[in-house]
């Protein structure tokens, strides 16, 4: 026997619009319209389907921090990472010979292999566990504070730029070859530096000014600043020339992020600009040698 009963839209049970061939009696609370179990999302109140909640996603504004970065869940992820990599890096250090002078930075060097720059920062002395103690702790201190403050991004850009500014330094105040007979003694300018300092006192910097823009003091940090500073005339390997410049890498940093108005565009403007200037510098102090302005 044939059912002759016409179809009824006003009868017919309701279905899922993503997923017509569903039946769904529960609706979105939102927009109303019927939606199955895999569209259903948890909303504050009854259930939203998940083309409503992408479209409240596009249209809600990110969280900002104070100085312009996206909110966070507090969690320094960016610290942690970066104390993670410098105690694989010493490892490496202890069980691999070469490692170290693989990565430190050595001023003669920098022209041929920039990116010792920024490994040495991941580098400490193996013969010395204390420095790699003390960045790290000097690190956790410092970054736990920071990290939220700026966003990840942020935070991680100073700390890199800061390390940058660490090796620039350490390459503008060492003393070059003899111009006259080209020959590299074994003085600065041939010896490998390495350790998180630089980029450390570049974070003690940027919580200078960053502390200064809240109205916060700043007169926990002295004593690590102190240990830190110690290091680098007593440890091998590791100069208070890096840590001067990444001292005021940092402070630069910090400034721009501090004082552009937690507009993210001129801040990463700021911070390309600080970074070119260390660049510039570097080459600058190269091409100034005849060693290395023949090879240009």
């Not at 049970?13 to 999302?41: K, L, M, N």
């Not at 300018?189 to 450390?200: E, K, L, P, Y």
């Not at 003091?217 to 390997?237: D, E, K």
Request: glycine share 10%; proline share 7%.
């Amino acid at each position: 026997m044939t059912d002759n009963t016409a179809y009824d839209p006003v009868t017919a049970p309701p279905v899922c619009p993503r997923h017509p061939d569903r039946v769904a009696y529960v609706r979105c609370q939102r927009c109303g319209r019927p939606t199955c179990p895999e569209c259903q999302r948890p909303a504050a109140v009854g259930i939203q389907c998940v083309d409503c909640v992408r479209e409240q996603a596009r249209t809600v504004r990110t969280g900002r921090t104070i100085f312009g970065g996206p909110v966070t869940d507090g969690r320094p992820t960016v610290t942690l990472a970066i104390i993670v990599a410098c105690g694989v890096v010493w490892l490496a250090q202890l069980t691999t010979s070469g490692v170290t002078n693989a990565l430190d930075f050595v001023p003669s060097l920098g022209w041929s292999e920039p990116w010792r720059f920024l490994t040495s920062a991941f580098a400490h002395s193996p013969a010395m566990p204390l420095h790699i103690l003390f960045n790290m702790y000097a690190l956790w201190i410092v970054g736990q504070y920071i990290e939220p403050l700026l966003g990840r991004a942020r935070f991680l850009a100073l700390y890199v730029i800061s390390a940058l500014g660490g090796g620039v330094m350490v390459l503008l105040l060492a003393s070059p070859p003899d111009p006259n007979t080209l020959q590299l003694s074994a003085s600065a300018w041939n010896t490998g530096v390495v350790g998180a300092s630089g980029a450390v006192f570049g974070l003690f910097g940027g919580l200078l000014v960053l502390n200064r823009q809240l109205g916060r003091s700043s007169a926990g940090m002295w004593a690590t600043l102190a240990i830190n500073a110690v290091f680098g005339f007593v440890v091998p390997r590791i100069s208070w020339q890096g840590h001067l410049g990444g001292f005021l890498s940092g402070l630069a940093v910090a400034a721009v992020i501090a004082y552009a108005g937690r507009q993210p565009k001129r801040q990463w403007l700021g911070l390309a600009v600080v970074t070119v200037v260390l660049v510039a510098a570097a080459v600058a102090k190269y091409l100034t040698l005849p060693a290395y302005a023949a090879v240009t």
